[in-house]
C-alpha cells in the first residue's frame, strides 16, 4: 500500500462531464476521509468553458499537472460548444492529443453485467447471464491518427475525405502483450479483432498477435475473429468472451455496442494505461466511456455510474487500493438492488432520480457496507 500521498487530477471537461465528475469527486472524498485513501486532489480546466476563460482547450497549467498526475478522473469531451471552437485549437487541445502526450495505448473497458440491471438492457436475461468481459483497446494508433488525412476538393469540385488507417509490429505487439497479460489474471483467453480479410493493417495485426502468442504466451488461448461478426457476437452470445482485444476504431464501436449488456452507455467505466516507468509509476486516465450527452446535459439526469465505477478502476490499478476498488464497486451493486435508478436504466415501478440522487444512493451504500466490509477484512487477517 503507497504511503506517499497520490496526485490525483480531475478534468471534468464538457457537457454532463462535470456533472457526473461531482458526484465521482464526492465518491473520492469519502475515501480519503473514511479509508485512508492518501491522495491529494486538484480540479483543472478542461473543454469549452476553459477556452471561454482562457483561449485555450487544454491550458498549460492543466497539460503540466496532467504529467505530474498520478491518476487522471476525465468527465467527457465534446458537444456544440466545443465544436464551435477554431479546429487549430479543438486538435490542439484534444482528448486524442492528451492520449497521444501521455502514451495512453491500451484503453481497458470491462463489461460486466449486474442481475438488478438485466431489465434495463435490450437484450434478453439468459444472453446476459455470466457476461465478464474485458475490451482492450489500442488507443494512440490507426485510423483516428494515421497520415495522410484530410478533406480535398477535387478538380472535378467534388469533396473527397479520407484517413489512414495505419499499424507498426511494435504498436500491435504492445496492446497485444497488454492483453495476454490480462487474461493470464482471467480465464487465460483472449480473442482478437481484425478485418483481416480486406484490410492489410488487419493482416498485419493477425499476423504480429499470433506470433507474440506463439512465442511468449503459449498458455493462452488465442482467437481470432473479423469485426463485423465480432459485433453480431456480443449481441448473440456475450458471455463467450473474455479478454477481447482489438484497434481504435474497431474497439471504439465494439464497447459502445457491448454497453448494452450492462443496460446503458452511462454504467461502463474505463482505464486508458500508459507503459509501466520507473518504480512501477504508469500515466493512468479514468474516464466513463460515454461522451459529453449534449441532448442531456445541464438537466442533472446522467447516470454518474460509469464515472464512479471509473474512480474504482483508478483505485484498484493507480491508487493501490483494490480492497477500497471492491468495496465501492458493491456499494454501486448494494445501491442498484436497492432500486437506484437514473432515466437511462428506468425500470417500471422504481422511480427515477437524478445525477446527484445516484451519488447519494451510492454514498448511503458506502456508510452502510463499510462495517460490515471492516469485519469481514479483520475475519480474514
Ligand atoms: P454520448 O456518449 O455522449 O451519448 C450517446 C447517448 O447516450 C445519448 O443519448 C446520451 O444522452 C446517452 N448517455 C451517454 N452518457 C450517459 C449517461 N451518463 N447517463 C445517461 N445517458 C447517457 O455520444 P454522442 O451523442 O455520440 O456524442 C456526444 C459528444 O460526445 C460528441 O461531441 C462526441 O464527440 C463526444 N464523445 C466524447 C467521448 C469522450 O469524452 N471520451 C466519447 C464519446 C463521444
Not at 498549460?60 to 477554431?86: S, Y
Request: hydrophobic share 40%.
Amino acid at each position: 500500500m503507497p504511503s506517499k500521498k497520490m496526485n490525483v487530477v480531475l478534468l471534468p471537461g464538457d457537457g454532463i462531464g462535470p456533472e457526473v465528475m461531482a458526484e465521482a469527486s464526492r465518491v473520492l472524498n469519502w475515501m480519503i476521509e473514511h479509508r485512508g485513501v492518501p491522495a491529494t486532489v486538484q480540479e483543472f480546466q478542461y473543454g469549452a468553458e476553459a477556452y471561454r476563460l482562457t483561449g485555450a482547450v487544454l491550458p498549460p497549467a492543466t497539460e503540466k499537472a496532467l504529467q505530474e498526475a498520478d491518476a487522471i478522473l476525465f468527465g467527457a469531451t465534446g458537444g456544440p460548444e466545443f465544436d464551435a471552437i477554431p479546429k487549430v485549437e479543438r486538435r490542439r487541445g484534444s482528448l486524442l492529443h492528451i492520449r497521444r502526450t501521455l502514451e495512453l495505448y491500451a484503453n481497458v473497458r470491462p463489461i460486466v453485467t449486474i442481475p438488478a440491471l438485466y431489465e434495463a438492457s435490450s437484450l434478453k436475461n439468459r444472453v446476459l447471464q455470466g457476461v465478464d468481459m474485458v475490451i482492450v483497446r489500442e488507443l494512440i494508433g490507426g485510423i483516428y491518427f494515421g497520415e495522410p488525412r484530410g478533406i480535398e476538393t477535387l478538380p472535378d469540385g467534388q469533396r473527397r475525405g479520407f484517413n489512414t488507417q495505419t499499424y507498426t509490429s511494435s504498436e500491435i505487439r504492445r496492446v497485444a502483450r497488454f492483453a495476454f497479460e490480462q487474461a493470464r489474471l482471467r480465464k487465460g483467453r483472449v480473442c482478437s479483432v481484425d478485418k483481416a480479410n480486406v484490410m492489410e493493417s488487419g493482416v498485419l495485426w493477425r499476423e504480429e498477435v499470433q506470433a507474440l502468442r506463439d512465442a511468449e504466451f503459449q498458455d493462452v488461448e488465442l482467437t481470432h475473429m473479423y469485426v463485423d461478426n465480432c459485433a453480431m457476437q456480443i449481441v448473440r452470445a456475450p458471455a463467450q468472451f473474455d479478454v477481447l482485444v482489438t484497434d481504435n476504431i474497431f474497439g471504439d464501436i465494439l464497447s459502445d455496442c457491448a454497453a448494452m449488456a450492462c443496460g446503458s452507455l452511462g454504467m461502463l467505466p474505463s482505464a486508458s494505461l500508459g507503459p509501466a516507468r520507473e518504480g512501477g509509476r504508469r500515466s493512468a486516465v479514468y474516464e466513463p466511456v460515454h461522451g459529453s450527452a449534449p441532448d442531456i446535459a445541464g438537466k442533472g439526469i446522467a447516470n454518474p455510474l460509469g464515472a464512479i465505477l471509473s474512480l474504482a478502476m483508478a483505485l484498484r490499478l493507480s491508487l493501490g487500493r483494490p480492497s477500497e476498488a471492491d468495496l465501492l464497486e458493491g456499494a454501486v451493486g448494494a445501491a442498484l438492488d436497492a432500486g437506484a435508478r437514473t432515466s437511462d436504466i428506468r425500470e417500471e415501478r422504481l422511480p427515477v432520480i437524478s445525477c446527484r440522487q445516484m451519488g447519494d444512493a451510492v454514498l448511503r451504500e458506502l456508510d452502510r457496507v463499510e462495517p460490515r466490509f471492516e469485519a469481514r477484512a479483520e475475519a480474514r487477517t
